[in-house]
Antibody, heavy 121, light 108 residues
Framework: EVQLVESGGVVVQPGGSLRLSCVASGFIFDDYTMLWVRQAPGKGLEWVSLVSWDGTYTYYADSVKGRFTISRDNRKNSLYLQMNSLRNDDSGLYYC??????????????WGQGTLVTVSS | SYVLTQPPSVSLAPGMTAKITCGGDNIGRKSVHWYQQKPGQAPVVVVHDDNSRRSGIPERFSGSNSGNTATLTISRVEAGDEADYYCQVWERSSDHWVFGGGTKLTVL
């Protein structure tokens, strides 16, 4: 059974930093592209970032580029999101997402339950 | 950046056919994927690559894609189909994923 378990979401002040983690199980982690997708309270889905199966390629939404860094540790079956210079509009539920394939194109077939980030003073 | 446009809401009675659209420039040239999100739950893909149903999804769910509009069709809607539905594509030029704004399906 595929499982994606996120952690690290907390309340943080504007301008602060946070690191989200996701531990994956039930599949061969280093065979797949992984992503972060967020959802502000009561709002729609927003793609944040993706990382290739080997960590070589990373891509970011314009809204987070230069502030967030995605990474993975295939030895630990783990995905990370380092979030710096946080703003109020970064608040939301952050989902760890498995892509259907090793390619960055395509769709996602499994989602975690999310970890909640609240940016507030 | 590429934009996907969905109607905010669709409402209909049980047993009717729901058509949820997703508009984008030449979207017919892209592969479109559809997710269902019920309250308090993570999204689940229901249709991928325009018209392929994920395993376990009822045949009542189907998709089409042509020109500037992709459509998710749900036949004989049931109360259990009430959810938010999102379309998604991969934007080749930037290697970005793009989601539509979502459509709330209400079964009256």
């Amino acid at each position: 059974e595929v499982q994606l378990v996120e952690s690290g979401g907390v309340v943080v002040q504007p301008g602060g930093s946070l690191r989200l983690s996701c531990v994956a199980s039930g599949f061969i982690f280093d065979d797949y592209t992984m992503l972060w997708v967020r959802q502000a309270p009561g709002k729609g889905l927003e793609w944040v970032s993706l990382v290739s199966w080997d960590g070589t390629y990373t891509y970011y939404a314009d809204s987070v580029k230069g502030r967030f860094t995605i990474s993975r540790d295939n030895r630990k079956n783990s995905l990370y999101l380092q979030m710096n210079s946080l703003r109020n509009d970064d608040s939301g539920l952050y989902y760890c997402v498995k892509a259907y394939s090793s390619s960055s194109s395509g769709y996602s077939d499994y989602w975690g339950q999310g970890t909640l980030v609240t940016v507030s003073s | 950046s590429y934009v996907l446009t969905q109607p905010p809401s669709v409402s209909l009675a049980p047993g009717m056919t729901a058509k949820i659209t997703c508009g984008g420039d030449n979207i017919g040239r892209k592969s479109v994927h559809w997710y269902q999100q019920k309250p308090g739950q993570a999204p689940v893909v229901v249709v991928h690559d325009d018209n392929s149903r994920r395993s376990g999804i009822p045949e009542r769910f189907s998709g089409s894609n042509s020109g500037n509009t992709a459509t998710l069709t749900i036949s004989r809607v049931e109360a259990g189909d009430e959810a938010d539905y999102y379309c998604q594509v991969w934007e080749r030029s930037s290697d970005h994923w793009v989601f539509g704004g979502g459509t709330k399906l209400t079964v009256l």
